[in-house]
């Protein structure tokens, strides 16, 4: 996962999502139409110092990652106002081939 998040965040065309089946699962999420959310949990004790900081470094790394959002509010508004069209429509077609 760190190959692909070194590529989302260096603007790389060719993002190795193909490297690890957890990043191909994840490929939609990762950089794509969604925004992406790290979560760290850290531990206090002493023994666990030098993996919190490895997760805290790769969260900061994971926090630049621009996902292109695309869609939203308005294209799905646009796509409700379609397909209500496309259903009176057809209603209409209906109605009139029973009246024939």
Known sequence: MGDVISALTSGSKHVPYRNHPLTMLMSDSLGGNAKTLMFVCCSPADYNREESACALEFAKRCKD?????SGGRKDLMYEVKTLRAEISRLRKERENEALK
């Open 65 to 69: 990652v621009k996902n292109n959002i």
